[in-house]
Each structure stands twice: as C-alpha cells, then as structure tokens.
C-alpha cells in the first residue's frame, strides 16, 4: 500500500501568528501539484533516496526537490504523522504543528488536507480549525524550474514585514476563486516580495501560450496551454531543472 500526497506551491499569503500553532498559519492561495509517492518499510525517513532523519520507515519518492519551496516539509511531516495515525485529522493537525513549530510552512499542510486545485486558504490554522476552498482549474499545464533552494523560516522572518503588506493586498483582490485573477496576483506578489526578478518578468510575458506564472521562493511556476508545453521547456530549462504537471483534482489518498 502506497500513500499519496499532492505538493503545495502558494501563489501568495499573509501570514497569521498565535500563541498556539494549531490556529497560527495563513491565508492565500496555491495549486496542489503532482503526487510524492510514500511507502512505509524498513527504518529511517529517506526523500529521493536521501536519509533526512532517523525512526519510522518512511521512503518518500518525489519528482520535486526539498528546500524549493514545493512544501516538501510539508509532505514529509503528513507522512510522519499519518504513519504514527492513519488518515486522520489528528495525523493532520500534528503535522501542521510541526511545521509552524520549525518554521518550514503556515498554509501548505491545510491545503494539502483540503486537496483540490486551486485551492484558497480563508480561515488560518491547521486542518479542522483554519478552513480552505478547492476550486477546478482549466484544463492547462504547468511547467515548474528549481532555481534555487531557499530557507523558509528564515525568508518568513527576512520578509516579515513585506508578506504582510503584499499579503494583505493580495487577500483583498482575490475574492471569488478565479483562477485566471490568482495568476495575475501571484505574479504581482511575486514581483512585490523580490521572488520574481523584473528581468525574468519580461522575458516570461513574452513567451508563446503562457496563461500566467508566478514565483513562490526558488520554485517558478508557469501555466501554458499545453501545445506550447515544449516550447516552455526548452526555454526555461537554462534557470534550472523542469518538471510538467497536468492541472486536476489531487487529494490525499491511500492506494
């Protein structure tokens, strides 16, 4: 039996802090990518073949690399817990503790648990006391760059002040779960936060059949209409590697 578990990359989000971590997180939006397929066996948690720490047996295989900001933490810490609980929201909500504990997420774990697409985060907090929307997405195709690794608790701390700024302006224009209206936001925040260089801004804008992109860290995610899926490839393979992903319906699930 096989576990899977969609990725998460947040177009944007305002950041949300408690005392208590089970109702610290964020609000925002984000698409929910392809699956990192776990199995349970042996001992030790491995990503990629990769031994990231020592106990349960774990062995994580994922097309997307940890420290991008595909919430693969995220990934992870729901593995850990849904070995230690089954499917359940108890399994949830510890691993949404763990990361606002360690300061790798906010929002990714809520996503995660409500699957979906476009999924939109309207409540902050873990799994069965924050609250997200799913919502369909066009039947388009994304094509993800690893351009560079970057630490999440220290960018939240590093831009602390312009998450908040550019968060809250990006909750208020983002109302209705458009899914067109959340790329263009994205890339606005993107841009606003220092993820998006204005040099790659203008060279993405002109590149055939792109419907819109953004930057969440060191992951640059692009839509494309899929005829011209190649095209993107080939030329944004020189920022990095690239990894195509169909747009649809993702969840949690036990196979």
């Not at 900001?69 to 850990?80: H, P, Q, R, T, W």
């Not at 691993?95 to 409540?123: N, P, Q, S």
């Amino acid at each position: 039996m096989q576990l899977l578990i969609p990725h998460h990359v947040t177009g944007f989000w305002l950041p949300h802090y408690t005392e208590n971590p089970l109702s610290t997180g964020s609000l925002g939006a984000g698409l929910l990518l392809d699956y990192a397929i776990v199995r349970f066996t042996g001992s030790g948690v491995y990503y990629n073949g990769v031994s990231v720490e020592d106990g349960l047996g774990i062995k994580i295989h994922s097309p997307y690399p940890l420290g991008f900001g595909y919430a693969g933490s995220a990934v992870l810490n729901i593995a850990k817990h849904v070995r230690l609980h089954g499917l359940s929201l108890k399994a949830f909500q510890e691993a949404h503790v763990a990361e606002v504990t360690a300061g790798t997420g906010l929002g990714d774990v809520l996503a995660i648990y409500t699957g979906g697409c476009l999924v939109v985060r309207t409540k902050p907090g873990a799994p069965g006391i924050g609250h997200a929307i799913n919502y369909n997405c066009p039947p388009l195709t994304v094509v993800t760059v690893h351009m560079k690794p970057m630490e999440t608790s220290a960018m939240l701390q590093g831009l602390r002040k312009v998450l908040d700024t550019e968060g809250r302006r990006a909750i208020e224009a983002f109302a209705d779960g458009d899914f067109y209206a959340f790329l263009r936001i994205a890339r606005d925040f993107s841009l606003a936060v220092g993820f998006l260089s204005r040099e790659l801004d203008g060279e993405l804008s002109r590149l055939r059949g792109v419907v819109g992109y953004y930057v969440k860290k060191g992951v640059l995610v692009i839509v494309t209409e899929r005829e011209y899926v190649q095209d993107v490839v080939t030329y944004v393979r020189r920022f990095g590697s690239a990894e195509i992903c169909e747009l649809r319906h993702r969840n949690v699930m036990l196979v």
